[in-house]
Antibody
């Protein structure tokens, strides 16, 4: 079935790096836009980043710009989120989500229709 | 950045009644507005996109309306499984695609 599965979460010390991965199955991943969204404990949803279907165009929230990098590997059906200079404010459950967009869309302005179950990142010394 | 404001942090409604949730954008987002349902330990679930189109498999008791800066999610005849947190999100033009802070729908 249509599925996204995140992995790579864990406990990391402040200032260190962590790489999350999102694996897709059940749909044609190579023509899809993918988002990352996070939810800190007791907080609401926060959009983090988006990558185009071909992995070329990327946008980031101001809160992570310059520290996080999103990459898409269509040969492996995965999207990674490389996170560096982590702080306690990055502690959250991280979700990847598929954009509810036409195939090969050059635009990002679509909702998110398929979500993974999330992976938890805890930044603590 | 477009700021999304959900006027009620918490809404208390009885089962079987109607719930009306509001969301306001700091500038026009046309109809580029989605609603999501979030339950603890679960992934968000897309309910409404394009301000008023129900996502696949979403019951007809969920409806959305509005355009520009004012939006409403209405849930008719509340069922026990509808008590959750609801988020609006704008996806107008370029990112960032901001969420509202959420409205917790609780049993009255």
């Amino acid at each position: 079935q249509v599925q996204l599965v995140e992995s790579g979460g864990g406990v990391v010390q402040p200032g260190r790096s962590l790489r999350l991965s999102c694996a897709a199955s059940g749909f044609t991943f190579s023509n899809c836009v993918i988002h990352w969204v996070r939810q800190a404990p007791g907080r609401g949803l926060e959009w983090v980043a988006v990558v185009s279907y071909d992995g070329i165009n990327k946008y980031y929230a101001d809160s992570v710009k310059g520290r996080f990098t999103v990459s898409k590997d269509n040969s492996k059906n995965t999207v990674d989120l490389q996170m560096s200079s982590l702080s306690a404010e990055d502690t959250a459950v991280y979700y990847c989500a598929r954009a509810n967009a036409p195939p090969f869309s050059q635009n990002f302005y679509y909702s998110m229709d398929v979500w993974g179950q999330g992976t938890t990142v805890t930044v603590s010394s | 950045e477009i700021v999304m404001t959900q006027s009620a942090a918490t809404l208390s409604v009885s089962p079987g009644e109607r719930a009306t949730l509001s969301c306001r954008a700091s500038q026009s987002v046309s109809t580029n507005l989605a609603w999501y349902q979030k339950k603890p330990g679960q992934a968000p679930r897309l309910l409404i996109y394009g301000a008023s189109t129900r996502a696949t498999g979403i019951p007809a008791r969920f409806s959305g309306s509005g355009s520009g800066t004012e939006f409403t999610l209405t849930i008719d005849s509340l069922q026990s499984e509808d008590f959750a947190v609801y988020y609006c999100q704008q996806y107008s033009n370029r990112p960032p695609y901001t969420f509202g802070q959420g409205t917790r729908l609780e049993i009255k």
